[in-house]
């Protein structure tokens, strides 16, 4: 699914990093899973966790075979301005699927006419979901902050948090607790890897690369700007 910082185009540089020597009984927890275009690419046992409990209710309703509809703007305006008179699971799809890249209700994604000719983005989006649907089966997701996810014992925690600096969230979240909580997860003795462009000094880079993103480290979202994703790690020193 096409979702405001997607790691899918990098994903096959991250989850062998990610994912060597898991045992095949190992649980793999991402707790900020959103368009899940990197949890659709692991295998075995896997929980999904997101904060935002219409995108939840999005996949779980997918994986259990709802069939999402294309919307006019006049449905998708509607569903905007009145959540609570839908069904959760169709104001996910709304916020993100029928969405401007992915960003949450960031404006009504349908028809463009572009160089290369009329670009249907929501039918693009609606076929992309649906060759993801196999590949997530099997996913428990969870609605819920990342702190309060119950994390089975020695797992692999995968984190894609809103960047500090960007404008992909709200200003609301709250970066130290977030490092704080990486910290003791390792304690824990989890695995966990971060996705971010920048850390705190005790964390280590595992891997850096530029990358073209609608999202960059210079705080402006939309179009395609180069920033270097980095994946880091907490390794507990003894």
């Known amino acids: 699914m096409k979702y405001m910082g997607s790691k899918n185009r990098i994903a096959k540089h991250l989850l062998p ?65 009145n959540k609570g008179n839908y069904p959760d699971n169709v104001v996910g799809w709304a916020g993100i699927a029928c969405s401007y890249s992915g960003k949450w209700f960031g404006g009504f994604a349908g028809k463009v006419k572009t160089k290369a000719g009329i670009r249907d983005y929501q039918a693009e989006a609606h076929k992309n979901v ?19 996810i119950e994390i089975p014992p020695k797992s692999i925690i995968y984190c894609d948090p809103p960047y500090a600096g960007t404008t992909k969230y709200k200003d609301n979240f709250n970066h130290y607790n977030f490092w704080k909580w990486c910290r003791d997860m390792a304690f824990k003795q989890h695995k966990v890897f971060i996705s971010e462009y920048t850390a705190p000094p005790d964390f280590t880079c595992l891997w850096s690369q530029e990358v073209k993103s609608s999202l960059s480290a210079n705080g402006k979202s939309g179009g395609n700007k180069i920033s270097t994703e980095k994946l880091f790690t907490y390794k507990v020193k003894l």
């Open 17 to 81: 990093i990610i994912l060597k020597n898991r045992p095949y009984y190992q649980w793999y927890v991402e707790p900020f899973v959103g368009g899940a275009n990197m949890i659709d690419k692991v295998g075995g046992n896997r929980i999904g966790g997101e904060y935002n409990k219409y995108i939840v209710s999005m996949w779980n309703a997918l994986i259990h075979g709802w069939i999402p509809y294309i919307l006019t703007i006049e449905m998708y305006v509607d569903i905007r301005d």
């Open 130 to 148: 649906m060759a993801q649907i196999d590949n997530l089966k099997g996913v428990i997701f969870l609605s819920g902050s990342y702190e309060k």
